[in-house]
């Protein structure tokens, strides 16, 4: 297709995306769109605060990305892998002893691909706002059996990524947000990419919302730090879209490793859908892909690499889940679409 195509179809998904905010579906949005490691389209939407009118910036105004988060910590865990300083196939408890045995051992890598039989949020612990560290942090779950054989069943939660990084943060003897930040983070600059510290004041913090029938109201505070690798990450649309570039350059580890990250598992014969730390999947028009969806308090997050056609797509809200998921996969598809990726 010409260029007059490619203007087109990025004209109708402008419009698709300056509709979400004057229909006020969302706050503020920002999303970076790469193809063959070319920016095809960058900007931001909406609000990052909507009191003071401050306008969403998609290189400087920083998200919460939610589960988003788990492609950066499996990154550095690729790295880790790479190294030799931590095996996927060891079992959790050799790495950190103090956990209490279970009626059965977890790997690692069952951990990261959710394999493992650890339970998820109860309650109100989804927005829990207590300023426990990665150790301290599964004293909330640590206790409670399994739900299933290791191996046997499926089961996502953000808990399996607290033990994972637990387990980084052991084998290294490093902090593992401190592992995150020189291995993985300082080396491909994403220098917008960091911990959410609650009291640190950043004037390109967005302001982080949820949504009512009456409109947008400020989203109640919350402390991710302890759950840093499942959904506690700060970060722009254009450093994660970075991230998703850098897979595409095979700059993170080898691609033996990557390619257990980025592969769906399977239970028996049954995908699950999942790599390690990746979603992995087809679209709903047979397209490959690998990346996350994320939604957490104040913070609603797509990221999508698709291999073979070469595209990173990341777009960012600061609202806990807008309900807009129909929308973007409707841009989403137009901006991967025949007419714009000729």
Not at 122 to 132: D, M, R, S, T, V
């Amino acid at each position: 297709m010409n260029n007059n195509s490619i203007h087109d179809s990025l004209a109708v998904a402008d419009a698709w995306l300056n509709a979400l905010v004057n229909k006020n579906k969302v706050p503020g949005l920002s999303i970076t769109v790469i193809k063959n490691d070319h920016v095809l389209l960058q900007k931001g939407y909406g609000f990052a605060e909507i009191e003071t009118r401050t306008p969403v910036d998609p290189l400087k105004t920083v998200f919460r990305i939610a589960s988003a988060s788990k492609p950066i910590a499996a990154s550095a865990l690729a790295q880790m892998v790479e190294e030799g300083t931590l095996c996927l196939d060891t079992s959790f408890n050799d790495y950190v002893p103090y956990y209490p045995q279970k009626s059965a051992y977890f790997t690692i890598r069952q951990l990261a691909g959710h394999t493992a039989g650890i339970r998820g949020y109860k309650g109100k612990e989804y927005a829990l706002n207590k300023p426990f560290s990665i150790k301290e942090g599964i004293e909330i779950f640590k206790h409670d059996d399994l739900l299933f054989t290791p191996g046997s069943d499926y089961f996502y939660t953000s808990y399996g990524w607290v033990l994972v990084s637990l387990a980084m943060q052991e084998a290294s003897s490093t902090p593992f947000s401190d592992y995150v930040e020189n291995t993985l983070l300082k080396p491909l600059g994403l220098f917008d990419t960091y911990p959410e510290l609650p009291d640190e004041v950043n004037e390109y913090r967005a302001t982080f919302y949820s949504k009512k029938i009456s409109g947008f109201s400020k989203a109640i505070a919350v402390n991710n730090l302890y759950k840093l690798a499942g959904g506690g990450y700060l970060s722009t649309s254009a450093d994660l879209a970075k991230l998703g570039q850098a897979y595409l350059d095979r700059k993170i580890a080898e691609e033996t490793i990557i390619n257990q990250f980025i592969t769906s598992q399977k239970i028996g014969e049954i995908p699950t859908y999942y790599g390690l730390g990746w979603q992995s999947s087809l679209d709903k028009k047979g397209r490959a892909y690998y990346g996350h969806l994320g939604n957490g308090v104040g913070g609603y997050s797509n990221f999508f690499i698709y291999p073979k056609l070469k595209i990173v797509i990341a777009i960012l809200i600061n609202c806990t889940d807008p309900k807009v998921q129909s929308e973007l996969d409707a841009i989403i598809d137009i901006l991967i679409s025949a007419e714009t990726i000729s």
